[in-house]
Structures are given as structure tokens and as C-alpha cells.
């Protein structure tokens, strides 16, 4: 019913940026997070960052490890979330995921959805 197609992976030089998109299709009503994790070789699933839809606005919320470097936003028309990433580190090397908390029309209820990664590889 939904999926999330994420884009923008790639090798890039320490120092360097990426900008990640997420985009979802589907039979969606509403979304209600999203945000993105990476998941490094040997190590567990992470957050990243997430964006979450309220009365007042968007809320944002960050990984310390990249606070003040990465920037969450999104496009409502577009179902679309990104992920711009600045000053890239070797550490920041991983899958990145995109997961989505969306209400869907047939039922009205809200599930999880993840994409399916795209690689970041930062060299030093």
C-alpha cells in the first residue's frame, strides 16, 4: 500500500555533503513522523534524525553525533522527506533508512514503513 524510495546515497570525500531523499506513494492519508536511521557494519539501527507533524508546525529531532550538521525537512505536496548532510566524517559511513509513520486510507490507521536503504561511504 506504501512504500518509501530512497535516493542520493553515494562516496564522498570527509568534509564533504550529501543530500538524501525519501520519497512516499501510496494510498497515504496522512504522515505523521518520518525520519531517518543508518545502521553501520556490526553495529545496530540508529537515529538519525526525524521530523514529526504537529498543530504548530514540524518538530525536529537529532542524533547528538550529528547535531549542527545534518538538517531534517520535508515537502508536504510531495510526501517527501530529506536529509542534507554537511561536513561528512568517516563515522558518518552506513546504510541510511528512511522510515515513515503513515496513516493509510483504507483503514485509517497508522503503520511503519522502511525503505530500503541507500549507502553513504565517507572516506578520510
Known amino acids: 500500500q506504501v512504500q518509501l524510495v530512497e535516493s542520493g546515497g553515494g562516496l564522498v570525500q570527509a568534509g564533504g555533503s550529501l543530500r538524501l531523499s525519501c520519497a512516499a506513494t501510496?494510498?497515504?492519508?496522512?504522515?505523521?513522523?518520518m525520519g531517518w536511521y543508518r545502521q553501520a557494519p556490526g553495529k545496530e539501527r540508529e537515529l538519525v534524525a526525524e521530523?514529526?507533524?504537529?498543530?504548530?508546525?514540524?518538530?525536529?529531532n537529532y542524533a547528538d553525533s550529528v547535531k549542527g550538521r545534518f538538517t531534517i525537512s520535508r515537502d508536504n505536496a510531495k510526501n517527501t522527506v530529506y536529509l542534507q548532510m554537511n561536513s561528512l566524517k568517516p563515522e558518518d559511513t552506513a546504510v541510511y533508512y528512511c522510515?515513515?509513520?503513515?496513516?493509510?486510507?483504507?483503514?485509517?490507521?497508522?503503520?511503519?514503513?522502511w525503505g530500503q536503504g541507500t549507502q553513504v561511504t565517507v572516506s578520510s
Open positions: 522510515k515513515g509513520n503513515i496513516v493509510v486510507f483504507t483503514r485509517l490507521k497508522e503503520y511503519q514503513y
Open positions: 521530523i514529526t507533524s504537529g498543530g504548530s508546525g514540524d518538530s525536529t
Open positions: 501510496g494510498s497515504i492519508f496522512k504522515i505523521n513522523v
